[in-house]
């Protein structure tokens, strides 16, 4: 999604990721893993500008929304100006850009990703909602059902560009689920709606069910969401004031014994109706700066719009966690990589 410069509502297989090292790309900061805290769980190795401002292949690098482990082992970069690229999983350099569209060759708004088992991309684009099955060259192969009520008005209930911004397959690879980035009309209580589909014959998918989950505050959307494999998410929510700059924070949440939201027409804060159970990981605000600038007012300078996100590997009990910013290919924001350890104990 793209933030505007006023007060903005900001209202994507693991398997393959273990096989990762820890990617050791251009640091602009230290490579300490001891005092980098940002809370008791979260912690930031460095941080990446790199690719700010670059271009491949004709390309501009930027505008990410959506990171993913490609079955190589290099990171698939979703760019949302329908672009995806294949980035060293070590160097962060480009290897690859492929370019996407829909059905009749339009740019498409792509902000969710996630790689399925033979290799193929699931892929949002925010602006119907919609989720296409594309090869590796870029070619559509199917296209999944959308619940009615998630479409934007007037088909749905749903808000322009706060649809679908996270992708991600739950342990085992038979359910997926995206996530709304805010909440649709009529939903008053302020919960925004996760939606799963279940794994058909021919590697299709049907609408499953539906959870619900509130972000923090109005102001704050969910930008992406990436499943663990005890079926647990991580989640971030995200938003952005004009003259304050970016909130980043990473929560821990539990879908498992949430109410399955997708025959309530409208959620009003009824009672009854068990949310997504989350607990806070960390304030990306709270991470040590590690020497970084920002080209606009932010609490952290550390801090963008940070978008992206995908679970690279474990370590010594740490998932290793990279997060990407999207910088709108907008002078005064930075496309940032960000490599954190996050500790998800205990369960709930």
């Not at 809370?39 to 004709?58: E, H, N, Q, W």
């Not at 978008?307 to 966690?321: L, P």
Request: proline content about 6%.
């Amino acid at each position: 999604m793209r933030l505007r410069t006023v007060l903005a509502t900001a209202t994507a297989g693991l398997a393959a990721a273990t096989c990762i090292t820890a990617a050791a790309g251009p640091a602009n900061a230290s490579n300490s893993r001891t005092s980098n805290a940002c809370s008791s769980s979260v912690s930031i190795d460095r941080f990446s500008d790199a690719l700010d401002k670059t271009t491949y292949d004709g390309t501009f690098v930027g505008n990410f929304s959506a990171l993913a482990v490609d079955k190589d082992g290099s990171i698939a970069a979703l760019e949302d100006r329908s672009s995806l690229f294949n980035l060293n999983a070590k160097t962060l350099q480009p290897k690859r850009v492929v370019p996407l569209a829909d059905e009749n060759g339009a740019a498409l708004d792509s902000e969710g990703l996630a790689i399925d088992r033979d290799g193929t991309r699931l892929i949002t684009s925010e602006t119907e909602p919609s989720i296409r099955r594309y090869s590796r060259d870029g070619k559509i192969l199917d296209r999944l059902p959308v619940p009615s009520s998630l479409l934007v008005a007037p088909a749905g209930r749903a808000v322009s560009n706060l649809t679908f911004e996270g992708l991600t397959l739950l342990p085992g690879g038979h359910t997926l689920l995206a996530s709304m980035e805010g909440p649709i009309a009529g939903d008053t209580s302020g919960d925004v709606r996760f939606q799963t589909w279940t794994r058909t014959k021919g590697d299709h998918f049907k609408p499953a069910a539906q959870y619900a989950y509130k972000p923090d505050a109005s102001f704050l959307g969910v930008p992406e969401v990436q499943a663990l494999p005890d079926g647990r998410l991580l989640v971030l929510e995200r938003g952005f004031t004009s003259g304050v700059g970016n909130t980043v924070r990473l929560y821990l949440a539990d879908p498992r014994h949430a109410t399955d939201t997708s025959g309530i027409d409208y959620l009003t804060g009824q009672p009854g109706v068990r949310l997504i159970k989350k607990t806070l990981l960390a304030d990306i605000a709270d991470c040590p700066s590690l020497g970084a600038t920002a080209k606009q007012p932010q609490p952290n300078p550390l801090l963008d719009n940070i978008e992206g996100m995908v679970i690279t590997g474990k370590e010594k009990g740490a998932y290793k966690v990279l997060l990407v910013s999207d910088d709108n290919q907008n002078a005064v924001q930075t496309t940032r990589f960000y490599y954190l350890r996050v500790r998800t104990t205990p369960v709930f």
